[in-house]
């Protein structure tokens, strides 16, 4: 990259070798630090600044949170549903914890990266030597206690599921199967209702299969190479058990089903939804095998389409900073379309706002003031409040640097636009802040090169709305 932000070049200018201001002169793990700290610090989230952190420098800042996320224990839970379209409502605005952080980065992959095999090279290094898979057995569909990588693939299938689940729940009559002259005709009724529903929604992904994303195809078929003989997936394969996964979520909240319903459902079709999740749970019993197999063979048939052109360009490729800004601006009116996407945003913002000590860290950049003494590593954070916003807490350089340094003095910037725009703070405030310094204060002594430094800035310094500099 030829060109450099503003803010970039400002807030760490020492990071350049002398007379160079190009992120190209960074090393891949500060540029990315940097990006991301941007991203976290702003009042307001940024967009297109985020998908531009998970995606430069090879995807390496989604490497190191899918590597720090991919094992962490936690539960699927309920949050508070949105009322989007499309919007599974067990699935909505959930609370910050790995599987949705972790969700979140795979939803921005999918739709940011065409190229099919781009997500599983980020994600199957680490499912592969993770070793968890219980969660990928067909006696567990039922099980939430399931990794955030198997979490983050349900998510990705379930907005093509929805639609089956939807015609399912109309095909079930609002009141419950009327009595019968004995009791063991009503048994053998609910049977054949229940295995005809049970079917309608196998063959129905059957006829979806298309919808479910490639790449998630892709992922799926590359950790059934990794299972253990111990581990029997859904129809024998995982791309089934992952489909079968996204059924049973949908199928297994009422509020979900109300949403996917003209109508709120009535007490008897939840009951027979329940029962017909609880068959989702025992399709290992062979009664299922012809249509899982036929469901197993419309998913994977899509590989047999997928065109390898190679590696598509990535973010590196572009050298232009407007070009830069336009493509990631592009990218986030992308990800934006969706209610998932909107979702992904700003989940990932709100885990960067609690986690940029353990992204240092993990990304092995030093702090920027030297530590005194050592510390515990940094652990992740999603407690539910975010820290207050507080921008000095995230670029202690601002305040700390020394005013000798020969990048401040020939700076030529926009300063009103990169103070308030960059750091989230009116110019005054800024001004205010500065002035604090012991350089600015009278009978200072400075040094001859901290004199003309504080000369330089004494003009951008100049607050006319304080009446005390009015002359």
């Known amino acids: 990259i030829d060109s450099t932000p503003a803010w970039l070049t400002f807030l760490n200018p020492t990071l350049f070798p002398r007379g160079k201001s190009s992120l190209g002169h960074i090393g891949d793990n500060i540029a990315v630090y940097l990006t991301l700290l941007t991203a976290a610090s702003r009042p307001h989230p940024q967009y297109p600044l985020i998908i531009r952190g998970l995606l430069m420098r090879q995807y390496l800042g989604t490497k190191i949170m899918m590597t720090g996320l991919q094992d962490a224990p936690g539960q699927v839970s309920t949050g508070e549903p949105c009322g989007g379209p499309m919007c599974m409502k067990h699935l909505c605005t959930p609370p910050l914890i790995p599987h949705t952080v972790y969700a979140a980065i795979a939803q921005i992959l999918v739709k940011c990266v065409d190229w099919t095999p781009a997500l599983c090279r980020l994600m199957s290094p680490g499912v592969k030597h993770s070793g968890l898979w219980d969660s990928l057995d067909r006696t567990q569909v039922w099980n939430i206690q399931r990794p955030p990588w198997h979490h983050a693939l349900v998510q990705l299938v379930t907005p093509s599921v929805a639609g089956v689940v939807s015609e399912v729940i109309r095909a079930v009559p609002p009141q419950p199967p009327a009595k019968p002259a004995h009791p063991s005709q009503l048994s053998v009724r609910l049977e054949h209702h229940l295995a005809a529903w049970t079917l309608q929604l196998l063959t129905g992904m059957e006829g979806v299969a298309d919808t479910v994303p490639l790449s998630v195809i892709y992922v799926a078929h590359t950790i059934n190479t990794y299972l253990p003989p111990t ?59 012809t249509h899982l197999k036929q469901m197993t063979q419309a998913l994977l048939a899509q590989l047999e389409d997928m065109e390898d052109d190679g590696e598509e360009d990535s973010l590196d490729e572009y050298t232009d900073e407007d070009v830069i800004e336009c493509v990631c601006t592009a990218l986030a009116n992308t990800v934006l379309s969706s209610v998932q996407g909107q979702h992904a945003l700003v989940v990932v913002w709100e885990f960067l706002k609690r986690n940029m000590e353990w992204v240092q860290e993990a990304l092995g950049i030093p ?23 507080n921008p000095i807490y995230y670029y202690k350089r601002v305040v700390y640097t020394r005013l000798d340094q020969e990048s401040l003095m020939s700076f030529k910037g926009d300063w009103d636009t990169i103070l308030w725009n960059d750091f989230g703070l009116p110019k005054d405030t800024i001004i205010d802040l500065v002035k604090q310094r012991p350089e600015f204060q009278e009978e200072a002594l400075l040094t001859k090169s901290q004199k003309a430094s504080v000369n330089k800035l004494k003009p951008f310094l100049n607050n006319t709305h304080d009446p005390k500099t009015k002359k």
């Open 367 to 389: 702090a920027i003031l030297p530590l005194i003494s050592d510390h515990p590593p940094a652990q992740l954070i999603f407690t539910p409040h975010p820290p207050i916003y």
């Open 231 to 289: 581990i029997k997936p859904t129809g024998g394969h995982v791309i089934t058990q992952i489909v079968v996964n996204a059924m049973y979520s949908a199928i297994n909240s009422r509020v979900s089903l109300d949403e996917l319903n003209d109508a709120p459902i009535t007490d008897g079709q939840w009951d027979m939804m329940i029962a017909v999740g609880e068959r989702l749970c025992s399709l290992h019993d062979g009664n299922y095998d």
